[in-house]
């Protein structure tokens, strides 16, 4: 039946042989370095693969330490910030009370000044009405005194001299102004 | 001068004085110190040599012989020596105006000054004089002197003491008052 369908029993065998011979030569020579070869790739590729899967992990480590970092300068920034418009509010009280002390004194100072000026007008128009007064009376007594007048004026003094037990009273022993 | 000059001034003058008095040869001295201060006044070069600190004192002494020999009593002179030799030389002339004073002092006589605006009569003067005398004890030697300045009255100047009674100062005692009265 076999030789029907064109199978010869021997040539299976053959090839069975043939088979096992070229298997058995290329388990012996073949087989090892091949399997080597694909269990070496293997290998790289699983540690290229835990290669990639750590430095994934420091990836992701890194960015939490990023995310901290951030979150933490952004702290820091708020904390800057808040202490400057701190410094700034105090400095601007400062400035505003200087300038209200400042404008006080020198509010005050003019009225000092003014009052000053005030008080020195005063004397100076005080003095002014007395030597212009004087200045005048002086003329008059000039003018109005004869040479009796001036005898009377003399004879007067001379008449004190030696009154009040002193003579060296100024104008206390004569009072000449008494008849100008 | 230096207050410590005048001091000695008044030093020598009080110990001349007091040699003169004691001699009772008072208006000699006087006389002689005049001569001095005569002088020294009209050749005031004469000072400047005695003041000389490079001229030895032999040389300031011939100096004063040559100047004062004959004409100035012998202890006037030997005075001046003296003030030489202890390097005094330059208080002569205070020493003459102390000896001056310390003289009025013993004569009891002093200078008088009266300053009027319009000449004072004899009869003024002398009553001034008068009244000068009998209020200081003194004899006075009066002079007078016009300052129309004073406008009216009469200032009298007395030693030390000033009898002010011109119209001039009585208008500025006005004046003071004046501006011392309060203003509001």
């Known amino acids: 039946m076999l030789e029907t369908l064109g199978i010869d029993f021997r040539f299976i065998l053959v090839t069975i042989v043939g088979f096992l011979l070229l ?3 290329l388990k012996k ?30 990836m992701v480590r890194l960015q939490h330490e990023y995310e901290e970092r951030l979150a933490k300068i952004e702290d820091e920034a708020r904390d800057k910030i808040q202490a400057a418009v701190k410094e700034a509010q105090t400095a601007r009280d400062e400035i505003l009370s200087r300038a209200r002390e400042e404008s006080e004194a020198i509010v005050q100072r003019g009225n000092e000044s003014m009052a000053r000026e005030r008080t020195k007008a005063l004397a100076e128009m005080r ?29 007067n003094v001379i008449a004190g001299i030696g009154q009040n037990g002193t003579s060296a009273a100024p104008s206390s022993t004569a009072s000449p102004g008494g008849t100008v | 001068m230096a207050s410590g ?31 001095v201060t005569d002088v020294v006044t009209q050749s005031p070069e004469l000072m400047t ?12 002494k011939q100096l004063l012989r040559q100047v004062f020999e004959n004409r100035v009593r012998p202890d006037v002179e030997h005075f001046l ?18 000896f001056g004073i310390l003289l009025d002092e013993h004569r ?3 200078d008088a000054e009266a300053i009027t605006a319009v000449p004072l009569t004899d009869s003024q003067t002398e009553a001034l004089r ?45 004046r003071e008052q004046l501006r011392r009265a309060k203003v509001t």
């Open chain 1, 23 to 25: 298997f058995l030569i």
């Open chain 1, 29 to 58: 020579f073949a087989f090892g370095p091949i399997f080597g070869i694909l269990q070496q790739r293997q290998d790289t590729i699983r540690g290229h693969l835990d290669e990639a899967e750590s430095r994934r992990d420091e």
């Open chain 1, 127 to 155: 003095d002014q009405i007395a030597n212009l007064a004087i200045q005048a009376a002086s003329q008059v007594v000039n003018r109005s005194l004869d040479g009796q007048s001036h005898a009377a004026l003399i004879d």
């Open chain 2, 5 to 35: 000059d005048l001091r000695a001034a008044r030093r020598y003058s009080t110990a001349l004085f007091r040699m003169a008095v004691n001699r009772n040869e008072v208006d000699e001295v006087a006389e002689s110190l005049k001569t």
């Open chain 2, 49 to 60: 040599v005695l003041h000389h600190p490079r001229i030895s004192r032999e040389r300031k």
């Open chain 2, 81 to 98: 020596i003296l003030l030489v030799e202890k390097d005094r030389a330059e208080i002569i002339p205070n020493v003459a105006r102390q």
């Open chain 2, 108 to 110: 009891r006589e002093t």
């Open chain 2, 130 to 174: 008068q009244k000068l005398q009998a209020a200081t004890g003194y004899k006075v030697r009066l002079t007078a002197r016009v300052d129309e300045n004073i406008l009216g009255g009469l200032i009298v100047r007395v030693g030390d003491r000033l009898i002010d009674g011109s119209s001039a100062t009585q208008l500025q005692m006005m």
